[in-house]
T-cell receptor, first 112, second 114 residues
Framework: KQEVTQIPAALSVPEGENLVLNCSFTDSAIYNLQWFRQDPGKGLTSLLLIQSSQREQTSGRLNASLDKSSGRSTLYIAASQPGDSATYLCAVSNQAGTALIFGKGTTLSVSS | DTEVTQTPKHLVMGMTNKKSLKCEQHMGHRAMYWYKQKAKKPPELMFVYSYEKLSINESVPSRFSPECPNSSLLNLHLHALQPEDSALYLC?????????????FGQGTRLTVV
């Protein structure tokens, strides 16, 4: 059974720092991996999608990498801002054909 | 347009009430999903519809009844809920189920059962 783990569970940084969020998964037979952002009490906003054949994706200050063989992904946020404060969720789409399986998320707080 | 629209945003219902949650997308996606999210927990899959047919039911109690009237709409009918069913209910869609496609989520319906 696929399990997704995110470390750390919470992270506090001052504005301007670069930071890395980690995601690991137990079954490497995935179609893709998706990073989401969730503000308190709100829905999920898709940040980046990495296909299983890709190594990384970039969008603005965000860069996500994927190492399928080791079951790891990282989300790199450059020059963090207070507006980046949110919970970041990692989710994988299994080749078994079911829907996304989520990690528990990393709650990020960026102070000004 | 990458928007999934959910209504209502908030819902308070008694344990004897019947209510429905609605979800709509106009991206031409053929897979639609219902997730349930409790506070400080990740979303948990409830149902998957593929080409308007129910393809996955994650052993959800029968007091939750999904319906997919057409390819753009997904409903979740609620009846005789319990207080522990209070949660954020999220709808999502993707081009196809389980393939190499991006999933888009709505803003959710915050349900409180009293």
């Amino acid at each position: 059974k696929q399990e997704v783990t995110q470390i750390p569970a919470a992270l506090s940084v001052p504005e301007g720092e670069n930071l890395v969020l980690n995601c690991s998964f137990t079954d490497s037979a995935i179609y893709n991996l998706q990073w989401f952002r969730q503000d308190p009490g709100k829905g999920l906003t898709s940040l980046l999608l990495i296909q299983s054949s890709q190594r990384e994706q970039t969008s603005g200050r965000l860069n996500a990498s994927l190492d399928k063989s080791s079951g790891r992904s990282t989300l790199y946020i450059a020059a963090s801002q207070p507006g980046d404060s949110a919970t970041y969720l990692c989710a994988v789409s299994n080749q078994a054909g079911t829907a996304l399986i989520f990690g528990k998320g990393t709650t990020l707080s960026v102070s000004s | 347009d990458t928007e999934v629209t959910q209504t209502p945003k908030h819902l308070v219902m008694g344990m004897t009430n019947k209510k429905s949650l609605k979800c709509e997308q106009h991206m031409g996606h053929r897979a639609m999903y219902w997730y349930k999210q409790k506070a400080k927990k990740p979303p948990e899959l409830m149902f998957v519809y593929s080409y308007e047919k129910l393809s996955i039911n994650e052993s959800v109690p029968s007091r939750f009844s999904p319906e997919c009237p057409n390819s753009s709409l997904l409903n979740l009918h609620l009846h005789a809920l319990q207080p522990e069913d209070s949660a954020l209910y999220l709808c999502a869609s993707s081009q196809f189920q389980g393939l190499r496609t991006e999933a888009f989520f709505g803003q959710g319906t915050r349900l409180t059962v009293v």
